[in-house]
């Protein structure tokens, strides 16, 4: 069967700053077959999108291309505006990440889905009306004729996505390019969204580039994975082989680093992804590698074939054990001495209520995990605990009453609760220095020489302390989390609250700080209060879980009790999400 | 919606009753006194006291503050001093001329300014593009008398094609509308040209904004032309800020300004409203506050209107 | 608004010239602006009168030289001042608790509404007009649009993660107002505060049209400009021009170079 | 030869535009409503500008006799008529005289000539004939001149049915006014913009040659000059400062008109003990010789102006005294006597320049009305005459009614302002200098001054006008200004513009005729 997309040697360089145009992705190629499902994995920034762009020839201004796209016969390198344009959304549809800005607000999703059609095939008003019910329905938004008319914003994140996938299925086109389309998405809906594209491609026949970051999302649904590293393939193959067994360090990394129910450690992948122009000549890789040998550096390695798998390594792995399941689970049955007590917490908007009679307590040294699906109160939890909003009911700090507390003597008590955010670069002043950011609870608890101090502290995060008089968005998403946990350290806290600390992160940067937020835990005898809607996350890091829905809690206990016996539906369908 | 604009709206109706209220009361605090503009040089004391007994002027303030409301609530807007006419008579023979004035003028800016502003979002960074911010650029920073003035050099005095001001009034010369629409001419340039580089900026900086969203890359996926893009997606979701803007310059449509219509020697609202402010002639003055201050929340609930209209989202935040 | 980088240099060099011709140039050049010489009316530029003289003979140049220092030691300290009281009015707007928001908002609105002509009427009828009243009424008429500008970045900053991270290591209000919300959004405030340089030259020789500006026989670029412009069918290009371009290019300077800082801290909004 | 419709700015031949906003004689306070009000209502007695007689042509009154000399006026009508063909009668004038009564204050003429309470008793003895006795007898030609000369007829019965409070309402309706007895009566009336008046058909003066005459508002005369040229105004005051753009323009002709009967002054606080030295009558000399009047003409005025150095206007010289009309007044500019006279009132340079006495320096702060380029040069230049005898000028720019309401005030603190005085056709001084007169803003008091305005007024014959005169130019209790003629800018089609209009601001609109043919 000739392949839907076979891409040969692809180079895509772009302008970049004042340094002229760099190269980001080089030597790529790639064949889709029929009815294939091909997942591009990768960490941000190593070119997937780049990759999917360069298919629609949709690259920013100024990007140059090399190569060959072909799409049955044609080769969309070489085509004209014109020519693409039949091509885009008729032959190829493509599904993009992040739908509240991908879908035109101010359009009906009617409109945004006919639109398609009408373009490709010039029906009238009506018959395109038609045809987006139709796709609607296919999709699997409920009552889709009375949703015709509503705008994009009137719909859930899930919901959203299924409209971006109806939009890119309007002309039955042969190749369907997915980019990142469940980031984003909590992972109950993820799996749901995974589970309609691969049922479209099996009814439809349909190819599917799909490209992501997150493996444990593509596990039970890919035909093939094509591994990027730093804008060069790494490894390429059928998935069943690659879940098996990976042949390229770096694949192994980053199956390692992803959170599995029972995991005891995860593996990390120490530095970072290179710049596009930093990238080192040899295996890019290497500086990374806990295999590198002195001949990984000079030139990049040829491909080599061990099975079906391809891998751009000189060293694939093969024989060497894989991490076996870690069978060892959280030990059970720890107790600890009380320290913070919420009695019946109740949140209220202007208009609803956010969180009802909410009860629980945290131990000293304890994890309690917080999940739920997004919407369900967490981050509310979170900031009543901070006293950062008005609540009703009490939260007692080590039998204290937040609410009998006034002015200074409640600013200190406060301080005692300290606070990781989800958005590591919004939680840092972006006018602030590193070290001003760490030094700031210090000043405030009037200490004057805190230059010794905040190296301490950059250092028992893991970062140089060089990195003191950096601006944060001169760090990257990794180093600025553990920037904000220095500052919450700075101020000596009993309990931090972790607001989904790591859901803006890649999965070996998540890995990484997991690992340290566990270890620091255990060195300064802190509590955490940790937030999340990743079960596997929440369960490799929590003594407990509490499990939160509508603004209840509708289970409360230990992890691996939890795990074993989820008392509830909706729990069993968070595990079940959860479970490889 | 309707409710949120409606709230708004009461609330800035509070605004204008204390915008009223402290014109009302700035305006008889400043000495001098509209007897004297009535009677000018040959005012005495007892003259003034005479002429101040009449118009009323002789109680106490707050005492002339209530009846000001009270008339107000009979639908009376007083008599004004110094023009010997009712007000609200007065107001809209002013009213009619700055109207024609500044529609035409906004009129003719918020069109050019679409196409300025598509253009410059489209070819952003490339000369067309700078060429317009150029333009822009000089405008925002010549002054109105300047650009009055020189307009009035080139076209009126040294080519003479053109009235230098002064307004046609159709009922008394040679009625002829050319003559009309010829003094009509450079005051509306003048206005278009000042108020045209705002507004195009905004709007250009919109249409850029919107070309780099997201939702226009999926409408390149889906094979849409790209003037197809500008027309049905980019355009409507750029008119925001540009709706926002003449919404506040909604109040200058019907009053016009000073300086503009003084140097025209246009008898447009503004123009009125300086005058009586000069003379004291407090009734007239007040008025025109009144309807300045009415007409600013009005446009901003236009405003919010057309925005919601057109923005879905408006009406959920 | 994305302009070539060079404009900011212009726009930098632009303005230290006229801040060069302000307050330096005119003590250099040694003519007496006001003496009157009915021999030399309405001459035209020449080697030794460099920008001719207006109807009553004086020294153009002398003029133009006085009347910029009179307009930047009256638009500058007013821009100043202006830039105080918005800052002041939109953080404590910003930081109040929502009732007394409202309150200051409404009264905002006011403001903005009020006719700044009518308020300068007022104003000019009770004190005399000398540079420090046009500076406290100039700096009063135009802080308005500031605060607005500051209470609506305050509120948008001050749900901010950092501003509560910083909030739960025990900061103040006050604390968080001076460090955080200062640093924050002082790219806006370096614009605007140029931006407002601009308009308070522009409200000054406005003002001189109106006869509320600065009191003759004291000139500004506006009073010469307007005196200037009454003569416009006399064609004095030498007496239109130089104040004309003078006030022309100090909004352009301002402008540009705010336009320049705006892109450097990527503050663009 | 017709002209079809003409069109004046208001203010023509006086100075730059206002509105026109009222049509009642004994209401319009202002000339530009004066002069439509004059051409609606013929007066009683027509004193000619040009020759500051009466006009007995153009007087309703066919003669005036006063039989005791001073005490009691017999005044007989001509046949005339109103519009709408009753003839105007001595009762029109009583009733005049009896509104004029009830206004009190607010009656536009209020106190000139002493009208209303310098008459003892006024008697209709016929329809054509009627008495005015007074409480005391008075120069009899400052009487007829500025007090019997207010009597215009005002049309009874088609007023008298209106209130007095209708009649104040309705001063701007022309539908009101539709019964007049002078040539015009107005039409329509759009504040702003125009006043339209067309010709009283029954009128039975000369005839006119136009068929519309348009009051246009125009604000600035550089506005006006753009409108005759573009063909909008049929006249135009010429603006002054534009005297070298408007001296040769096609199709336009320029005609000078002589200065009106009016000076400018600076009026000096002698009240305010801040600036005591006005009071030293040698300080105010000294100020008066340090004026070059005659370089002031000559720069603000471009040489058509008058050199004004005592309150009885040079031109025409009808009430001239003998010396001065030969060019010799008790001033004349000469900065060395001024400085001499500083000297001797015992005042030195002090250490800036500025001449002071026991710690007072010579330095007051000027009021000058705001707008008009006319009034900043004369500030400048001022200041600079000034400063060079060692008197400092501070200036600050104020509204019109701000300053009449600061001078009214007997006790606010202005120290001196800038004004335009006119003069009644007969230039006597007792509303100028008297004490207490009410132009008497400055506080001015001089027992000298007080007796020579009331023989002025009171005897019979010119001399104590004379004298009057002579000792107010050697006092300058206010320091007299030059004065800028008119000009009138005409288009070619429009002629007899130099008669339109005299130095007293009478209209002539009868003067008024066309070479080509009628409407534009
Ligand atoms: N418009 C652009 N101009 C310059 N460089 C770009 C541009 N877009 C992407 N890059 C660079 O190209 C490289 C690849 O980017 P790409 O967006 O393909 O990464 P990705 O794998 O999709 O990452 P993510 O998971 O974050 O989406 C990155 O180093 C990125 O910085
Ligand atoms: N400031 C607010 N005003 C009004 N409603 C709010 C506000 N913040 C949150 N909500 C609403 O309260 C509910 C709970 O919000 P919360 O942020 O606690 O959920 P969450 O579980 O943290 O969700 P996510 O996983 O998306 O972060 C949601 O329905 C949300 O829309
Ligand atoms: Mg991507
Ligand atoms: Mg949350
Ligand atoms: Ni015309």
Known sequence: MSPVLEIRNLNVALPRGGAGKVSVLDHFSLTVAPGEMLCLVGESGSGKTIAALSIMRLLPPGAELTGEIRLGGQDLAQASEAEMRRVRGKRIGMVFQNTLAALNPTQTVAAQVGEAWRVHEGGSARAARARALELLGEVGIPTPAARLDDYPHQFSGGQRQRVMIALALACSPQLLIADEPTTGLDPLVATQIMALIARLRRERNMAVLFVTHDLSVVRDHADAIHVLYAGRSVEWGPAKNFFIQPRHPYSEALLGAVPRLGTARLQTIPGALPEPETRPPGCRFAPRCGYVQPNCWPDYPPSSCAGDTETACLYPLGTTTHQAEASAAPPSGRSFPLQLEARSLTVRYSNRLALSDVSFSLGRGECLGIVGASGSGKSSLGRAILQMQPYGGQVMLNGQDFSVLRGAAKRDARRRLQVVFQDPRESMNPRMRVSEVIAEPLALQGENDTTARVAELLTSVGLSPDMATRLPATLSGGQAQRVAIARALAANPELIVLDEPTSALDVSTQAMLLNLLKDLAAQHGLSYLLISHDFAVVSYMADRIAVLKEGQIVELAETAKLIANPGDDYTASLIGAARP | MMGMVLRRAASSCLSVFILVTLVFFMAHLTPGGPAYSILGQKATLASVAQVNARLGLDQPLLKQYGIWWWHLAQGQLGYSYLLNRPVSALLWGYERNTLIFYSIAIFLSTVLAILLGLIQGVYFNRWQAKLIGAFQLGFYAAPPFFVAAMLVLWFSVQAGWLPASGITNLRAEHPSLGAYAAHLVLPVITVTLLTVSPLSRYFGEAVHEELGKDYVRTAQAKGVGFTRILLAHVLRNALRPLVTMLGLSFPYIFTGGVIVESVFNYPGLGWLMWRSALSQDYPVLIAIVLVIGLLTVIGNLLADIVNGLLDPRASYE | MNRPRGNFAVGLALGGIILFLGFIAPFLYPADPYAIHPAYVLQAPSLALPLGTDELGRDNLALVLSGGFATLVVALPAAALAFATGLAYGLLAGLAPAWLDKILMRLLDVFLALPSLIVLLFFASLITLNNTSLILLLGFISWPGLARLVRNETLAQRGRDFILAAEQAGAGRFYLARVHLLRVIAPVLVVNGTFMVGDTIFALSALSFLGLGVQPPKVSWGSLLESALNIIALDPWWLILPPGLLVFGSLLAASLTGQGLLRRWGGGR | ?520
């Not at chain 4, 003839?87 to 000139?112: N, R």
């Not at chain 4, 759009?190 to 519309?212: A, C, K, Q, V, Y």
């Not at chain 4, 500019?333 to 002071?356: N, S, V, W």
């Open chain 4, 1 to 520: 030869q017709e002209c079809g419709t003409i069109v004046i700015p208001t203010g023509i031949g006086i100075s730059g535009g206002a509105d026109i906003t009222s049509f009642n004689p004994l209401l319009a306070n202002s000339l530009y409503n004066t002069a439509a009000a004059g051409m609606m209502f013929q007066g009683l007695i027509w004193v000619s500008g040009r020759t500051l007689q009466i006009d007995w042509s153009r007087s309703l009154a066919s003669s005036i006799t006063t039989p005791d000399n001073g005490q009691t006026y017999d005044v007989k009508l001509r046949p005339w008529h109103w519009s709408d063909g009753v003839p105007v009668t001595t009762e029109d004038v009583a009733y005049t005289f009896s509104l004029i009564k009830s206004l009190g204050p607010s009656y536009a003429g209020y106190g000139a000539g002493g009208m209303p309470d310098i008459v003892q008793s006024f008697t209709v003895i016929s329809p054509s004939e009627f008495r005015v006795v007074l409480k005391h007898p008075v120069n009899p030609q400052w009487y007829i001149f500025n007090g019997l000369a207010l009597l215009l007829p005002l049309p009874k019965h088609a007023w008298s049915k209106y209130t007095l409070d209708e009649i104040f309402q309705n001063q701007s309706q022309p539908g009101f006014f539709q019964v007049v007895d002078g040539p015009l009566r107005p039409e329509r009336l759009d504040i702003g913009l125009d006043l339209i008046m067309t010709p009283n058909p029954n009128w039975e003066g000369p005839p006119l040659h136009f068929s519309r005459l348009v009051w246009k508002f125009v604000e600035g005369d550089g506005a006006a000059l753009q409108q005759v040229e573009s063909g909008d105004l049929d006249l135009a005051n010429a603006p002054m400062d534009l005297w070298k753009a408007v001296q040769n323009l096609p199709g336009i002709r320029l005609i000078n008109l002589p200065p009106g009967l009016s000076f400018h002054e600076i009026q000096l606080n002698l009240r305010n003990t801040d600036v005591a030295f006005f009071r030293d009558v040698r300080v105010r000399q000294a100020m008066a010789d340090a004026i070059d009047q005659q370089e002031m003409i000559a720069l603000i005025d471009h040489g058509q102006g008058e050199e004004i150095r005592s309150p009885v206007p040079p031109n025409p010289p009808t009430y001239l005294p003998p010396a001065m009309r030969a060019g010799q007044y008790p001033v004349e500019y000469d900065p060395q006597k001024a400085l001499a006279l500083l000297q001797e009132a015992g005042f030195t340079r002090g250490p800036d320049g500025i001449m002071q006495k026991n710690g007072v320096r010579l330095s007051f702060t000027y009021l000058s009305l705001s707008g008009g380029a006319v009034s900043a040069q004369t500030t400048v230049m001022l200041q600079s005459y000034l400063a060079k005898i060692g008197i400092e000028v501070k200036v600050r720019q104020i509204e019109f009614n701000q300053l009449v309401a600061l001078l009214n005030n007997p006790h606010s603190d202005w120290e001196a302002a800038g004004l335009g005085e006119t003069v009644g056709v007969y230039p006597s001084g007792e509303e100028l200098f008297g004490t207490g007169a009410f132009a008497n803003a400055g506080g001015y008091s001089d027992p000298k001054m007080d007796q020579l305005i009331a023989e002025s007024t009171d005897k019979p014959g010119l001399q104590g006008l004379y004298d009057y005169a002579t000792y107010a130019s050697e006092q300058q209790p206010v320091i007299f200004m030059p004065v800028g003629s008119t000009s009138i800018l005409a288009r070619a089609r429009v002629q007899g513009v130099e008669n339109f209009v005299d130095p007293a601001y009478n209209y002539y609109p009868d003067a008024l005729y066309c070479t080509e043919s009628a409407a534009p």
